[in-house]
């Protein structure tokens, strides 16, 4: 690309006016709980955010179930693990390769993660219960495949018919001898995919973690926790860590092996990339085992430089600094000129984030890597702790939702509980300025007064379109078509459509690479936003259709309508 493109900076509008428009159409109730979820934001003294409650029926959400939470993130890239969903088959399909968590077994390896294994629960077994039924899947599913270990997964009707999931997996351990376990991960346990993610990590942490003792042998060695393999993601830090000589025993949950789960507590450190769908695991293994635990990022130049130098200082070694910093020089090298072209043509354009639970968060580096803003974000799900910090998490308020998920009991195991670091040395480390078991959240890193959104409806997006008019949008497959048809290119930040990897410094390439093409190409000179074809119908149409004002169906205008319009095409 030779073009380039002068951005001249427009003033912004006012943000706190932007969050009015969005919420006048809604009644009053509504109105004043999307207030809470739609602040201003302060970076040096976060506000409170309204996080983690319920979506309002009739609200459009991007959230998922507690059982996609459970099943498809947490457990799901689990690759030799036999995992059952016991509930009618259209709840197993979204059991089957929905998302992009790719793996690479050796040769010889099981890997089952191409098969969907459901019970196909029928009236039958809701008006005279399914526990049978489930038994049977498991043993027609042991006598076939001879898994190491088989999981359950209940869906919605599990729990409201009682289903005993636990005592049908205690009996099936006893009569085939290897480790079964359940999880009442019913889509309804809570307000989203989040109460999946812990779920999943009490029953990894109860029935793998700590099964087998044998450390792998490395000087240098880790768990990536928070880390799916999305589009190759995990590969990408994987090899980047190998190169400085960090070995990493297990990466929860991405291409990973049921054995490699059960000794990721042999580590002597724990990075945690997606805090929100695993800090309980990084919790529960600190308080057991003693592993300390760290933030890491590793999405975007900078943020994968400061995660490397931060690994590098808690194992203390000069050796492995001076690699780490070689690494950091090599890669650089590549990566520079790529990203300076870049960042030479979108210099000052607008970015808005809309993503789970951490990328909303960690996908706004690799933005301003390439010179871009981040006009507004917001996670889907997230708990204020991913928008306000750790620090706020004793002020948080248990809810009737929350308190629906076990917190579990962990204590240090008398003798498995080995810091891989004395007292001194953490104490030492965190003198000279270094942070264990943190995370400051997405506020802090944001610009005073942008609009952060949290669990955004589709009425919002249109108005934030409208009035900020971004230049790209960071979101999900549930929203990207209507983005699009708005004229502006989005970025489907879970499961990359067909790219990826993004993460680490060759992450980072691909990355600027796919948001240029996406920024230059003609495309979008084709899409011309309703508004601007024919704004007061386009204003009237919002308004009729939101309040369902009065108009009969079809005498609405049309968002083609004009003429002129359609001559376009
Ligand atoms: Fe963590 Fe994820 Fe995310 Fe998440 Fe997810 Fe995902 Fe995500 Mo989609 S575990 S919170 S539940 S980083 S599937 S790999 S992309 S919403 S931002």
Redesign the pocket.
């Given at each position: 690309m030779s073009e380039t493109t002068i951005t001249i900076p427009v003033a912004m509008p006012d943000p706190a006016a932007v969050k009015a428009e969005m919420l006048k159409i809604y009644p009053a109730k509504t109105a004043k709980k999307r207030a809470k979820q739609i602040v201003l934001n302060e970076p040096d003294t976060p506000p409170e955010i309204g996080a983690n409650s319920r979506t309002i029926p009739g609200i459009i959400t991007?959230r998922?179930c507690t059982y996609?939470?459970c099943r498809?993130?947490?457990m799901g890239p689990i690759y030799d693990l036999l995992q059952i969903t016991h509930g009618p088959v259209g709840c197993g399909f979204y059991a089957w390769l929905s998302?992009r968590?790719l793996v690479r077994p050796a040769k010889g390896q099981t890997n089952y993660l191409q098969y969907c294994m459901n019970t196909d629960m029928q009236e039958d077994q809701i008006i005279f219960g399914g526990e049978k039924k489930l038994k049977q899947a498991i043993k027609e599913a042991y006598e076939i495949f001879k898994p190491k270990a088989i999981a359950i997964l209940a869906t919605c009707p599990v729990g409201l018919i009682g289903d005993d999931i636990h005592t049908v997996a205690k009996q099936m351990k006893e009569e085939l001898g290897i480790n079964v376990m359940a999880f009442s991960c019913e889509g309804y346990k809570g307000v989203s995919?989040?109460a999946?993610?812990h779920i999943a990590n009490n029953g990894v942490f109860k029935n793998i973690i700590g099964m087998d003792d044998k450390p792998d042998e490395a000087e240098f060695n880790m768990n990536i926790l928070?880390?799916?393999n999305?589009g190759g993601d995990a590969w990408e830090i994987d090899t980047l860590l190998r190169k400085c000589g960090i070995h990493v025993t297990s990466t929860l949950s991405g291409d990973v092996s049921y054995d490699q789960v059960k000794k990721s507590h042999t580590v002597m450190l724990n990075g945690v990339?997606?805090?929100?769908?695993?800090n309980y695991i990084a919790e529960m293994m600190e308080k057991k085992f003693g592993i300390p635990w760290i933030k890491v990022n590793f999405i975007g130049a900078e943020a994968t430089t400061k995660t490397l130098r931060k690994i590098a200082k808690f194992f203390d070694s000069k050796k492995l600094t001076d690699r780490v910093e070689e690494v950091i020089a090599q890669e650089m090298i590549a990566l520079r000129p790529v990203r300076d072209e870049i960042k030479a043509r979108h210099q000052g354009k607008k970015a808005a984030l809309f993503?789970?639970?951490?990328?909303?968060h960690?996908y706004q580096d690799l933005f301003r890597d390439i010179g871009m803003e981040i006009i507004s974000a917001g996670?889907?799900?997230?708990h204020r702790d991913d928008y306000e910090g750790r620090k706020v998490l004793p002020t948080i308020k248990v809810d009737a939702d929350s308190r629906n998920i076990e917190e579990l009991h962990v204590e240090a195991d008398p003798a498995r509980f080995k810091p891989s670091r004395t007292p001194e040395q953490i104490e030492a480390l965190k003198a000279g300025g270094f942070s264990f078991k943190d995370y400051e959240g997405m506020m802090v890193e944001m610009k005073k007064n942008t609009l952060i959104i949290d669990d955004i409806t589709h009425h919002e997006m249109e108005k934030l379109i409208e009035i900020y008019k971004p230049d790209i949008i960071g979101s999900?497959i549930k929203d990207k078509f209507v983005i699009e048809k708005m004229g502006v290119p989005c970025k489907q930040?879970?499961?990359y459509d067909y790219s990826g990897p993004y993460a680490a410094f060759t992450g980072a390439v691909n990355f600027y690479q796919e948001v240029d093409r996406m920024l230059t190409t003609k495309v979008w000179k084709f899409i011309t936003p309703p508004w601007e074809k024919d704004p007061q119908s386009a204003a009237e149409l919002v308004h009729a259709s939101k309040l369902n004002g009065g108009k009969k169906n079809g005498e609405a205008k049309s968002w083609r309508k004009p003429a002129a319009a359609a001559e376009e095409v």
């Amino acid at each position: 690309m030779s073009e380039t493109t002068i951005t001249i900076p427009v003033a912004m509008p006012d943000p706190a006016a932007v969050k009015a428009e969005m919420l006048k159409i809604y009644p009053a109730k509504t109105a004043k709980k999307r207030a809470k979820q739609i602040v201003l934001n302060e970076p040096d003294t976060p506000p409170e955010i309204g996080a983690n409650s319920r979506t309002i029926p009739g609200i459009i959400t991007q959230r998922g179930c507690t059982y996609a939470g459970c099943r498809g993130v947490v457990m799901g890239p689990i690759y030799d693990l036999l995992q059952i969903t016991h509930g009618p088959v259209g709840c197993g399909f979204y059991a089957w390769l929905s998302r992009r968590n790719l793996v690479r077994p050796a040769k010889g390896q099981t890997n089952y993660l191409q098969y969907c294994m459901n019970t196909d629960m029928q009236e039958d077994q809701i008006i005279f219960g399914g526990e049978k039924k489930l038994k049977q899947a498991i043993k027609e599913a042991y006598e076939i495949f001879k898994p190491k270990a088989i999981a359950i997964l209940a869906t919605c009707p599990v729990g409201l018919i009682g289903d005993d999931i636990h005592t049908v997996a205690k009996q099936m351990k006893e009569e085939l001898g290897i480790n079964v376990m359940a999880f009442s991960c019913e889509g309804y346990k809570g307000v989203s995919q989040s109460a999946g993610h812990h779920i999943a990590n009490n029953g990894v942490f109860k029935n793998i973690i700590g099964m087998d003792d044998k450390p792998d042998e490395a000087e240098f060695n880790m768990n990536i926790l928070g880390e799916y393999n999305i589009g190759g993601d995990a590969w990408e830090i994987d090899t980047l860590l190998r190169k400085c000589g960090i070995h990493v025993t297990s990466t929860l949950s991405g291409d990973v092996s049921y054995d490699q789960v059960k000794k990721s507590h042999t580590v002597m450190l724990n990075g945690v990339m997606c805090h929100r769908s695993i800090n309980y695991i990084a919790e529960m293994m600190e308080k057991k085992f003693g592993i300390p635990w760290i933030k890491v990022n590793f999405i975007g130049a900078e943020a994968t430089t400061k995660t490397l130098r931060k690994i590098a200082k808690f194992f203390d070694s000069k050796k492995l600094t001076d690699r780490v910093e070689e690494v950091i020089a090599q890669e650089m090298i590549a990566l520079r000129p790529v990203r300076d072209e870049i960042k030479a043509r979108h210099q000052g354009k607008k970015a808005a984030l809309f993503v789970g639970g951490s990328r909303a968060h960690h996908y706004q580096d690799l933005f301003r890597d390439i010179g871009m803003e981040i006009i507004s974000a917001g996670y889907e799900f997230a708990h204020r702790d991913d928008y306000e910090g750790r620090k706020v998490l004793p002020t948080i308020k248990v809810d009737a939702d929350s308190r629906n998920i076990e917190e579990l009991h962990v204590e240090a195991d008398p003798a498995r509980f080995k810091p891989s670091r004395t007292p001194e040395q953490i104490e030492a480390l965190k003198a000279g300025g270094f942070s264990f078991k943190d995370y400051e959240g997405m506020m802090v890193e944001m610009k005073k007064n942008t609009l952060i959104i949290d669990d955004i409806t589709h009425h919002e997006m249109e108005k934030l379109i409208e009035i900020y008019k971004p230049d790209i949008i960071g979101s999900g497959i549930k929203d990207k078509f209507v983005i699009e048809k708005m004229g502006v290119p989005c970025k489907q930040l879970h499961s990359y459509d067909y790219s990826g990897p993004y993460a680490a410094f060759t992450g980072a390439v691909n990355f600027y690479q796919e948001v240029d093409r996406m920024l230059t190409t003609k495309v979008w000179k084709f899409i011309t936003p309703p508004w601007e074809k024919d704004p007061q119908s386009a204003a009237e149409l919002v308004h009729a259709s939101k309040l369902n004002g009065g108009k009969k169906n079809g005498e609405a205008k049309s968002w083609r309508k004009p003429a002129a319009a359609a001559e376009e095409v």
